[in-house]
C-alpha cells in the first residue's frame, strides 16, 4: 500500500476506543476502563496542534462520553465530534447533542439470527439511559443500566443499532452465520466474541467521519484513522492513513496501510507520535 507523504499531517485524528485507547480484559470481551498516561497524551497532542480527534466506536453514545472525559478531550475551546453504534450517530460533546442519527428496521435480521441461535441475546440503546435487553448479557459488556424488554417490541420501531450476543457461540460461528444469511437490508459488523452488530445499510464509522468531515469542510484525505477489530475495516480503507492495532485480527491488518504496536504497548500513541512529535517519546510505530 501506499505510503503517505512524511510532509503530510492529519487533521482529524479518528479513534476507535475499546482494543485502541483502552486495554483489553483478558478473555473478556470488554476493556479497562482506563487511559494510559502515553495515550492520554498524545491525544492531547492533537489537539495542541489543532487538529480534530474524533472517537469512533460501536459504543452507544453514553458509554463513549466517559472516554472523552477521561482523555480531556474537551478543553480546547470547541465542543468535541463523536461517531457512536459504528456510525449510527453521531454528537457533540460537552453536553450531548445528537446531530446526526440513521434508523432502520432491524426486525427481519433479527429473527434470521434468532432462527439459527434461538438462545442468542438481544440488545437494543436506550439514548443517554443503557439498554433494552432480551436477557442480561456477559456482565460488564454493555454497562449497568439494562431493562429487560421483549424482542419483538425492542424492533418493533426503527433503531439505530442492535446488538446479537450469544456466549455459548464462537467468533467463528458467528462469521459463517453472517455469511450464510446475507442479512439483507442491513450491513453488519463481527466483534472478538460472538457478537454481531447491526446496522442500517451503507452505515459505517466511515460514514460517520465522512459526516463530521463534512461539517468541518476537510475529506477522507485529511484523515489519519486507528482501530483495531472488524468494524473498522470501512474506517481504515476509507482514511488517507488507516492503521491497525498490533493485536487486530489479520484480515483488520491486511486492510490498512500500516501496523503499529499493540494496545498493550501503546500503539496509538506511537503512531499519533508519527504525525504530531509534541506526543513526546513514544517512539514511532513501524
Known amino acids: 500500500m501506499a505510503e503517505v507523504d512524511p510532509g503530510w499531517t492529519p487533521k482529524i485524528v479518528a479513534l476507535d476506543i475499546d482494543g485502541t485507547l483502552l486495554r483489553w480484559v483478558q478473555g473478556r470481551g470488554l476493556s479497562h476502563e482506563e487511559v494510559t498516561e502515553a495515550v492520554h497524551d498524545a491525544v492531547q497532542s492533537v489537539l495542541d496542534a489543532g487538529a480534530h480527534v474524533v472517537l469512533a466506536s460501536g459504543r452507544a453514545p453514553h458509554n463513549m462520553t466517559v472516554v472523552a472525559d477521561m482523555l480531556d478531550l474537551h478543553g480546547h475551546g470547541e465542543k468535541l465530534w463523536v461517531v457512536a453504534a459504528n456510525g449510527a450517530v453521531v454528537f457533540r460533546y460537552p453536553p450531548m447533542d445528537v446531530v446526526h442519527e440513521v434508523t432502520f428496521d432491524a426486525a427481519p435480521a433479527v429473527r434470521a439470527v434468532l432462527a439459527a441461535h434461538p438462545e442468542a441475546l438481544v440488545a437494543v440503546e436506550e439514548r443517554g439511559v ?117 493485536q487486530a485480527v489479520d484480515e483488520v491488518k491486511e486492510t490498512a496501510d500500516a501496523v503499529t504496536a499493540t494496545v498493550d504497548e501503546d500503539g496509538a500513541a506511537l503512531e499519533i507520535s508519527r504525525w504530531f512529535p509534541g506526543a513526546g517519546s513514544v517512539g514511532m510505530s513501524r
Request: glycine letters at 12%; zero cysteines.
Open 130 to 246: 443503557g439498554y433494552r435487553v432480551s436477557a442480561p448479557f456477559p456482565e460488564g459488556e454493555l454497562g449497568d443500566n439494562l431493562t429487560i424488554a421483549d424482542v419483538e417490541e425492542m424492533v418493533s420501531q426503527p433503531v439505530s443499532r442492535v446488538i446479537i450476543r450469544d456466549p455459548k457461540a464462537t467468533v467463528e460461528e458467528f462469521v459463517a452465520l453472517a455469511e450464510r444469511l446475507g442479512l439483507q437490508g442491513t450491513d453488519y459488523a463481527i466483534g472478538w466474541t460472538a457478537w454481531l452488530d447491526l446496522a442500517p445499510v451503507g452505515v459505517s464509522k466511515a460514514s460517520g467521519l465522512q459526516y463530521v468531515a463534512d461539517e468541518l469542510g476537510l475529506t477522507a484525505d485529511d484523515v489519519l484513522a486507528i482501530g483495531d477489530g472488524r468494524n473498522d475495516l470501512e474506517m481504515l480503507t476509507w482514511a488517507r492513513r488507516g492503521v491497525a492495532m498490533g
